[in-house]
């Protein structure tokens, strides 16, 4: 399954690299930009595998490619405007991967700040409203880049609102979900399995290598 | 060190002058937010009274638990809370919106400040009444984020009443967009306005409101 799911992933990054090519080679430069973000934000996780030791899981990693994969491909072919719901589709899965790191960050907060203590049912809230949170200043970006540039990402108020629901569905999914995975998984084996403290430590020693070098100085 | 003259007599007794002040100036904050809040009752706008609801809850909390009249909020921040309340329903704000451009505006900024002071009131109150426990920088960011979620669950909400009720009060995507930029504004200022309010509000001033325990247990460790 892991294996399945790290080729699949593989896949959907050639995918992406292919549409920037394309963009490329015949010269419709709309999409490139976009797919080499997408590219580059999904290689992220590999990046901090290597230098921080932090362990993303493979679900995780798989739904931030797919998330990524299905914004650039339906970008590039038209799907936005074509195929109804896509816009709400790509909205939801990318919600979801928000709140899917936003509880990493917060599971892993509660485990390695001493002067933080979340309990379960406020992890659940705390995701939601972050989630939330995220989608509302992505619709305002899309609103800003509507205003400055005179694109079309947000069509009509109805449009908005739906997408703002499914990312609230998505919100509302993912911290119910976490909560009650976190009741069946041991919290303390959920996070070790993250490498977390591995990577705090690095980040530690990088902090202290640049004090160093800096006192040096 | 002599001691500061007190009240001696009735309800009031064994409270100082500017403690009295302050309370009666939050009292009456709270009566105008209390009176707005059964105003939208009346007037079935639903989600002016979720928000009073809310608001009158955080503030009545403290003040029942600690069975003290004067466990009441600070009167600037109750002045915050029943803001955008009056400013909704005052007729006179109509007038003034078609007569100057930013009125409407300032009532989402005044919204946002009462959200954000709501998204404040709620992070104090979860670690004084439950197991939560925040450091300063993990309180700011909850309440920015709290402010833009519950900004954006607004927007939703008054859709759905739109759509289901017939109301009016989201009139075009120009009009959520500019409601929650100002909302996102103002909740990242307050974030950080109030990390900063806490650490100059005086002890005294602190202790009066119950409201010394947050960011104030700094020995405090997981057991």
């Known amino acids: 399954m892991e294996e399945r799911l790290k080729l699949a992933s593989r896949a959907m990054q050639a995918g992406m690299l292919g549409v920037a090519l394309a963009g490329l080679v015949t010269s419709n430069f709309m999409w490139m930009p976009a797919a080499m973000i997408s590219l580059f934000i999904s290689a992220i996780p590999a990046i901090l595998r290597r230098d921080l030791g932090l362990v993303l899981p493979v679900e995780l990693n798989f739904w931030i490619v797919l998330a990524l994969f299905l914004h650039v491909i339906g970008g590039f072919s038209g799907f936005y405007d074509n195929v109804p719901g896509w816009d709400h589709l790509t909205h939801a899965m990318s919600s979801s991967l928000v709140a899917a790191l936003g509880f990493v960050f917060v599971v892993s907060v509660d485990k390695y700040v001493e002067s933080i203590s979340l309990p379960r049912s406020f992890l659940a809230f705390f995701i939601i409203m972050f989630t939330m949170a995220i989608g509302v200043i992505w619709e305002l970006m899309e609103f800003a880049n509507d205003q400055l540039t005179g694109s079309r990402l947000q069509y009509d108020l109805d449009d908005t609102m739906v997408d703002m629901m499914f990312d609230s569905l998505a919100g509302f999914i993912v911290g119910i979900a976490g909560a009650h995975y976190l009741t069946h998984t041991a919290q303390e084996h959920f996070v070790k399995s993250l490498k977390v403290d591995r990577a705090r430590k690095k980040i530690r020693g990088i902090m202290k290598k640049r004090a160093r070098s800096k006192g040096g100085k | ?223």
């Open chain 2, 1 to 223: 060190m002599g001691e500061e003259e007190r009240v001696r007599a009735g309800l009031l007794s064994g409270r100082r002058p500017d403690q009295i002040l302050e309370a009666q100036l939050s009292w009456i904050a709270s009566l105008v937010l209390f009176f707005s809040t059964v105003y939208v009752v009346l007037k079935v706008d639903v989600m002016w009274v979720v928000f009073g609801v809310a608001a009158i809850c955080l503030y009545v909390l403290p003040i029942v638990t600690m069975r003290s009249l004067f466990r009441v909020l600070p009167w600037e921040m109750t002045v915050l809370l029943a803001a955008p309340l009056l400013l909704h329903i005052s007729s006179g704000a109509r007038s003034m919106n078609d007569r100057f451009a930013w009125w409407n505006d300032l009532t989402s900024l005044a919204f946002a400040l009462a959200l954000a002071t709501i998204g404040f009131l709620l992070t104090v109150e979860l670690v004084m009444y439950t197991s939560v426990r925040m450091n300063k920088p993990f309180a700011v960011l909850f309440v920015i984020m709290f402010t833009l979620g519950a900004s954006g669950f607004w927007e939703i909400g008054e859709y759905i009443n739109d759509e289901v009720f017939g109301s009016s009060y989201v009139k075009s995507n120009y009009d959520a967009m500019t409601t929650l930029l100002w909302t996102s504004i103002g909740g990242i200022l307050m974030g950080l306005f109030y990390a900063l309010y806490l650490k100059v509000m005086p002890k005294k001033r602190l202790s009066t409101f119950g409201l010394i325990h947050l960011y104030e247990v700094q020995k405090w460790r997981k057991g």
